[in-house]
């Protein structure tokens, strides 16, 4: 018999700052729900506020008057677990995985306080998918945890 | 010599950001004082507040003070700063008594 398909969850959102708490507490709800570590919802979490954080200030006029959806769902495997984010906004065409991060800075003066956010998405996620349909971006973000023995 | 201690709770994202940033760089950047930013009762760091902790230990050193982050067992925040090289420029330590000898030292 197949396995039963993974169960996913769903959420419809303005992005506008006052809509990222909502969006963080369902997360935080959903990972529970689907039993997926604090540990990676954490990192989760704090993916899905950059790219929305980058969203609202980068997107365009259109990104702020269409929704946002959002899909979680959880896949398992023989060693462990992936959660995959699947965010899908109507900003202008943007490929996070085309970003280029700089070295990472050596003395205070060096250090850039901007560009941090797709770096650190870039840094927490084990796997990241992007492609442009029809006039949206569709960003998969996944995290992956291992069994515990 | 006199220190400056800072203690951050909850979190510092887009809106979290919005209400203490103006006050975090009073407290931290105006006085060239040793300051030891506390961010163990932090939950959430996101590169708007990382940006916020690199221009006030920027405008700090150019004082002539020097900023250290408690980070206790904060692991999240510890990934996160650990994640953008930040560690590396701002020293980071797990323990009360250990941040003071560093910022004093």
């Known amino acids: 018999m197949a396995p039963p398909p993974p169960e996913t969850l769903n959420l419809l959102l303005q992005p506008n700052p006052l809509e990222l708490r909502r969006c963080s507490d369902w997360l935080q709800a959903s990972c529970q729900r689907l039993d997926v570590p604090a540990a990676s919802s954490g990192k989760l979490d704090l993916c899905l506020n950059e790219v929305l954080a980058n969203l609202i200030d980068h997107g365009g006029a259109r990104a702020s008057s269409c929704p946002v959806q959002l899909t979680l769902e959880r896949a398992d495997g023989d060693d462990g677990g992936l959660a995959t984010l699947t965010i899908s906004d109507a900003g202008r065409p943007f490929d996070p995985l085309s970003f280029s991060s700089e070295p990472l800075p050596r003395t205070l003066q060096e250090a850039e306080p901007g560009g941090l956010g797709l770096l650190l998405v870039n840094r927490f996620v084990d796997e990241c998918s992007y492609r442009r349909e029809g006039d949206r971006n569709v960003l998969k973000l996944g995290i992956r945890w291992l069994k515990s023995p | ?105």
């Open chain 2, 1 to 105: 010599m006199k220190l400056r201690r800072v203690v951050l709770s909850g979190r510092l994202d887009m809106l979290g950001m919005e209400e203490i940033s103006l006050k975090l760089t009073s407290l931290t950047a105006i006085k060239p004082l040793p300051v030891i930013l506390d961010l163990r009762d932090v939950s959430f760091l996101a590169s708007i507040g990382i940006r916020s902790i690199i221009s006030s230990a920027r405008a700090l050193n150019q004082k002539g003070g020097r900023m250290v982050i408690l980070l206790g067992g904060n692991e999240l925040v510890q990934a996160t700063l650990e994640s953008t090289g930040i560690d590396d420029v701002i020293p980071m330590v797990f323990d009360a008594d250990q941040a003071e000898r560093d910022v004093l030292a």
